[in-house]
């Protein structure tokens, strides 16, 4: 199994507050992703990273901020939490994120906002 | 854009029984890849097979295959003789290559629940 975790694995917290979640990987992959999962959407790319300070967005940032300090860790931060952003998040990585390339999730983490 | 549907919200079928998930996907780069991912009810996604769209054969790995058609965009998965075990949310996905920039962004589709029931 890949070496994937997040933190933390559950979080309940009110509109309008800051969270910040953690995607930990001893992979030393070079691309790593946020995905969230919600009903009849399946997953989608909120935003992804090609390398160290090297980030992008992906189909549904708004809301959100990522950043990559270390190869090793991936931060997604909802700067001021909706009703909206309740969702259950999932972190993959890759090792040179090319299109043929497997990404591999960690266990995920369900946020919910009150 | 490209965009992945799986019509089928929800099946349900007794165990022993055969099951085909359907993945339709539209994309207009030659050079794409699909995937399929399971996610029990424990959550987690775990990864089934990855094919390039070069690649028709058909594949089986145990009781598990996937018919791969190009002329109709899809991506078809069967489970032959159905287990209680195989009850799950599967996803088909893909990613396209855009010239090597695409960074290997997955689009996913909607999801199929399967239950097997004993």
């Known amino acids: 199994d890949a070496g994937i975790t997040q933190s933390p694995r559950h979080k309940v917290t009110e509109t309008g507050t800051p969270v910040t979640l953690r995607c930990h990987q001893t992979?030393?992959?070079?691309?790593m992703y946020w995905y969230r999962q919600d009903p009849g959407h399946g997953l989608r790319l909120i935003h992804y990273?090609?390398?160290?300070?090297?980030?992008d967005k992906g189909e549904v940032s708004d809301g959100y901020s990522v950043s990559r300090s270390k190869t090793e860790d991936f931060l997604l931060t909802l700067e001021s939490a909706t009703s909206s952003q309740t969702s259950v998040y999932f972190c993959a990585i890759s090792e040179s994120g090319g299109s043929a390339e497997t990404q591999y999730f960690g266990p995920g983490t369900r946020l919910l906002v009150l | 854009a490209q965009k992945v549907t799986q019509a089928q919200t929800e099946i349900s079928v007794v165990e022993k029984e055969d099951v085909t998930l359907d993945c339709v996907y539209e994309?207009?780069?030659?050079?794409?890849?699909l995937f399929w991912y399971k996610q029990p009810p424990s959550g987690e996604l775990v990864f089934l097979i990855r094919?390039?769209?070069?690649?028709?054969q058909n594949e089986i790995s145990g009781r598990y295959s996937w018919n791969f058609q190009k002329s109709t965009s899809s991506f078809n998965f069967t489970i032959t003789a159905s287990q209680v075990v195989d009850s799950a949310v599967y996803f088909c996905a893909l990613s396209e290559s855009a010239g090597g920039t695409s960074y290997g962004k997955l689009t996913f589709g909607q999801g199929t629940i399967l239950t097997v029931h004993p």
């Open positions: 094919r390039n769209s070069f690649d028709e």
């Open positions: 990273s090609y390398g160290v300070k090297d980030t």
């Open positions: 992979e030393n992959h070079r691309y």
């Open positions: 994309t207009r780069d030659t050079t794409y890849y």
